[in-house]
């Protein structure tokens, strides 16, 4: 049901789409401070959501893939407050803030299933958080195989990982070589 509800709220919302942007790996959708103009839906790749720390660091506050919208909140602000820069080529579908606001007063379905899409973001951020107050690095990577039916991702993205549990990735590469390593007898 909750699958068949996120779909409906982007089939939905796609209908209120205005124009595509295509942005490259690299490249930002908008950046700290920038007035709110639009709603983003990622059609193609991966867009996240930063803050850049003062020791050069980043803090990713989502990771928004295909069928996902890109900062939900700020529909609601003046300016956004953090930056949303693509991780890989990507497609973003963008709709008019007013236009997406005006159909959210005006049609109960999109109205509800839009609070049940909030919803589960809440949720799924309280699991990040949860996450992240963990103190080591193997109970972090526990949790979150917990819920990812306990499958690491590919390689190429365990640094993407190493982000979302808040631990470097050398430190996620010695807690995943330390659980793969033959046992010697």
């Not at 919302?13 to 103009?37: Q, Y």
């Not at 958080?129 to 819920?147: C, M, N, P, Q, Y």
Request: aromatic letters at 8%; a positive charge; one cysteine or more.
């Amino acid at each position: 049901m909750i699958g068949i509800m996120s779909s409906e709220l982007i089939t939905n919302l796609r209908i209120l789409g205005k124009r595509t942007r295509n942005l490259g790996a690299g490249e930002f959708l908008f950046r700290r401070d920038d007035p709110v103009g639009s709603l983003f839906i990622v059609e193609v790749g991966e867009v996240h959501l930063v803050r850049f720390q003062a020791d050069g660091g980043q803090l990713v506050l989502q990771r928004a893939t295909i069928d996902q919208v890109v900062a939900e909140a700020s529909v609601f602000s003046s300016v956004y407050h953090c930056d949303a820069l693509a991780i890989s080529p990507s497609r973003i579908l963008e709709i008019e803030r007013g236009r997406f606001r005006s159909e959210l007063l005006a049609n109960d379905f999109l109205a509800d299933a839009w609070n049940r899409y909030l919803a589960r973001e809440v949720q799924a951020t309280r699991l990040r958080a949860e996450i992240l107050s963990l103190k080591t690095v193997a109970s972090r990577l526990d949790a979150w195989l917990s819920l990812h039916s306990g499958q690491l991702p590919e390689k190429g993205e365990w640094k993407i990982l190493a982000t979302q549990i808040g631990v470097t990735p050398e430190a996620l590469y010695r807690e995943i070589a330390r659980r793969f390593r033959p046992q010697c007898l």
